[in-house]
């Protein structure tokens, strides 16, 4: 079947595995060794769950336990965050470590050891883990944890799938008192601004900012910070509504520098006083794109690309500016722009943040696009950083070698446990992995 | 909170709907074939929020037990507001046209056990004089094809059989809705090449929700399948027996 990550290219026709039951993937794998990669709910914007043949957690849906009083919450890979918010918030427990979109499963969200606006307090998604079993490569099945093969636990947060297949996992939610946040929204003016804006609101449990990445010269880096922090109300119960959806692919040429520019204009000017203040539902608040069903269609049928990076933060104001101001000579417009601060780096190999500062920008597939890319990965790796995984189908070997310096000991790793011959996807090939 | 029985329970578009229905606080009993997945289907719809569920393996060929197995169903329930019948197979047409002990094997599932539970069913709904028969048919029961038309007679025995019950039911105040999924992508039909015209369990279990609520005869699922059943169903047989369908 024709298969594609979230920025729609490349395509692939792919042979699909979506068995409905632990034991049944066990049961297949070991009368047909599996040789491909596995694959949660597509939402990783590359060719990172791409392969002639990937193993999907799709059918594995189901919650195993949920103890209310403590949180702890037991399920399968395919569950997808979405369905464990459904659960949890109305029992008053929420995602302590949660990315833009709910709608990735929780063996993605390990295999990204996803971040979000809250990194520089609660880290990384693989900190609320408290287990997971894992299928290797010979389709015996190993419990992971911190005490137990913690060196397979580390290697499979952030390991893009390519240590095993993530069958069900534990995790530690965090006690609410609402569904409701009070988000509070700050003007940067320039890039200084908002850094500094960042440094003061350290404290709060959300943080983000959206930046007009074509503001030039003073105004370059000018951008809303939003920071947010849960209410004590009680209302945990969800408004529901229905979500739009992008119905069609967006023609190629209402996508360009004018309409860009206009929109960023529009979105920085849509908040008239310095600072803003209001109650919103969380749903809004953290995944403001799930409303809006296929909105990877706006870029049209060529595909697109997240560019995501992160700068340790005494290199911060020099690596963002630098990148921002290469993008304004490039009058390449990207919608919108998001930049976070991260907090300490976690000890697995392959797990993105570190402790600094993260940009991400999208990027329409188009020529030209990929050396200019790679512009940028030199102005970051010059600044001693590196970029995400999950959202790269692009970046060489020699990049991600440089980003990455704990590669060899993940490989080693995959090594021993004779998974590099059996885990393998077009984004590990074109890395060298 | 309603009870619901949901017979089938394991198939694909029955645990997208008692999803649904947990999640709503009901309480439910499932019956289907494979205690295992029974068993983890439960547990599932508990923390997804059901009152409390309860269930039971069954085999459809099997209509001595039928009575026995529904009197435990109404026990546990405490009563019975939504039956849904969802248990079914896809018989391999060909080996169907080359033995008739198979075709019969699968009328017995995809009919008769269906018309064994709905006369039992029935017959308590109408004695309490309220209730849901909710009932998965298919538009392969709306006009015989080539390609499947065992499973369309069985269909269509079903879907007949659903008529004549609303209306003798009519004035009890029991409410039977026939659902005719059109191509859905499940376990089923895993072997099949997905295009345009198919659709999730979880659409299907939303549109089987709205149906229920709100009092429907027959609804096609997703809903443009009434207009392609319309065409189809017109086509004068003199063309239709010449067309590859």
Redesign the interface.
Known sequence: ?RLTGWGRKPVVDADML?P??ISEVQIRCRQTPFRGIPRGNGRSYGDSALAPRVLSSR?LD?????DAETGVLRCEAGVLLADIL??SV?RGWFLPATPGTKLISVGGAIASDVHGKSHHLEGCFSRHLERFSLMLADGETLECSRTQHADLFRATCGGMGLTGFILEASLRLKPIRSAYLRETTFKAENLDHALSLFSEHAGAPYSVAWIDCLATGPRLGRSLLMTGDFIDDGRLRAPVKSPLSVPFDVPGFALNRYSVAAFNALYYHRVRTAQRERMVHFDPFFYPLDGIGHWNRIYGKSGFTQYQFVVPREAGHGGIGAVLKRIVASKRGSFLAVLKTFGPANDNPLSFPMEGYTLALDFKLEPGLLPFLEELDRIVLDHGGRIYLTKDVRMSGDTFRAGYPRWEAFQELRRKYGADTTFRSLQSERLGL | MQKILIIGATSAIAQATARRFA?RGDRLYLLGRDPD?LD??A??LR???AESVSYASFEAEDFARHPALLDQAYEALGGLDVALIAHGTLPDQRACEASFDTARRELNVNALGTLSLLTHLANRLESQGSGTLAVISSPAGDRGRQSNYVYGAAKAMVTVFCQGLRNRLFGSGVHVLTIKPGFVDT?MT?AF??GMLWAQPEQIAAGIEKAIGKGKDSVYLPGFWAFIMLAIKHIPEGIFKRLKL
């Open positions: 079947m979506a409905r039951s059918r189901r919650f195993l336990a949920f459904d659960v109305p | 999640r997945r983890g289907m547990q599932d923390i997804r929020g376990p895993a090449d997905k």
